[in-house]
């Protein structure tokens, strides 16, 4: 028989996820025949507080994701992980790399986790073009990255300040060569949220890992191929930044207004149903409706490659097979006079 303390955490867990109603109450009743007398009270006790709202935030956790996968559908390349897949990978040895900034890793991270923000692999400031392979190779490195084994990355997943950065590193390791990369779904809440213990602070020192940069080109568009491919039928832009600055409007400092002649426009949010990434089904219908096939070429872009990073795990994960990230985006785009810029 599981521990008082086990039962404890899974009746809170369970609450948290409930409506209190009569059928769900009575089966939660169910679930704790067996237990001591006064033990049974105490957690049915904490359950009906915590399902009413009385103890905890119900309207917080329910719009929270929960680490499911069943409502995407099945992947054809495996880029999303759950928890416990995520926890597998971990046990067997994975390095575990928090995308969020340093602020947000030192308030609460995944035990072990290195911290790997998007910036801390480019150029300069307002550049989205990555670095060279010495300073690639090196940071990698020192997040305990191997070639030879399996990464879990990590981000806020879809929430105030984000930006899809955990698709972004995704992006990042496969372009890089790296063959093991996973995202957990539903990011850091989805762990907290399934009862997982998080760590604060610093990271903390770890072995180095033994990185060796092999470019990928096809996952990787630079401005030369945007610029040719505007004379293509068969390849597809795709703008993953807000309606208003695919509209016209400077927000993060572009160096003109507006968006790239002919591509088409799917702010990286209309991907997710509150906090819930959309069924497969529902994004291959919203890209359908812009003229997108899976055939196709595919090149995302944003300001700076961050947003199109996570379109471009998730049109990986649905089997779109020649998708690339522009990482320089539109801060490299606008910074060039002789690139064409549109704004309706």
């Not at 495996?78 to 995520?86: C, H, K, P, S, T």
């Not at 929430?159 to 990042?172: A, S």
């Not at 703008?239 to 702010?267: C, N």
Request: with cysteine; proline share 3%.
């Amino acid at each position: 028989m599981r521990s008082w303390r086990t039962l404890w955490r899974a009746s809170m867990r369970e609450a948290r996820r409930l409506k209190v109603e009569g059928a769900v109450l009575a089966t939660q009743c169910g679930r704790f025949r067996g237990v001591g007398g006064a033990l049974a009270t105490l957690l049915m006790g904490a359950w009906i507080l915590c399902a009413s709202g009385a103890i905890c935030p119900v309207q917080a956790q329910e719009s929270a994701p929960r680490g499911d996968l069943s409502g995407f559908g099945e992947q054809a390349v495996e880029v999303f992980v759950d928890v416990e897949r995520a926890r597998t990978l971990i046990a067997e040895g994975a390095a575990v790399l928090d995308a969020r900034e340093a602020s947000d890793f030192r308030r609460g991270h995944l035990p072990g986790a290195a911290n790997v923000p998007w910036t801390t692999l480019v150029s300069g400031e307002q550049q989205g073009a990555l670095a060279g392979d010495a300073h690639l190779e090196v940071r990698l490195r020192e997040a305990g990255v191997s070639n030879g084994r399996p990464v879990v990355v990590y981000g806020g997943w879809r929430g105030p300040g984000t930006w899809g950065e955990e698709g972004r590193l995704h992006w990042t390791l496969e372009y890089l060569g790296h063959e093991r990369v996973y995202v957990l779904w539903g990011g850091i809440q989805a762990w907290e949220g399934a009862g997982h213990e998080l760590e604060s602070g610093a990271q903390a020192d770890r072995s180095a890992g033994h990185f060796e940069v092999r470019r990928r080109e096809a996952y990787r568009a630079t401005t030369a191929e945007v610029q040719a491919a505007l004379s293509r039928d068969d390849v597809a832009l795709l703008d993953t930044r807000e309606a208003e600055e695919y509209g016209g409007k400077v927000k993060y400092g572009e160096s003109r207004a507006g968006h790239i002649p002919g591509a088409q426009h799917l702010w990286w949010e209309e991907l997710f149903e509150g906090r819930k990434l959309k069924s497969r089904r529902a994004i291959e219908a919203m890209l359908k409706a812009r003229g997108i096939e899976r055939t196709d070429e595919v090149i995302a872009y944003c300001t700076g490659g961050i947003r199109s990073g996570f379109v471009y795990s998730v049109l990986r994960a649905l089997g779109y097979g020649q998708v690339a990230n522009y990482d320089a985006s539109m801060w490299e785009w606008t910074r060039q006079s002789d690139r064409p810029v549109r704004a309706p």
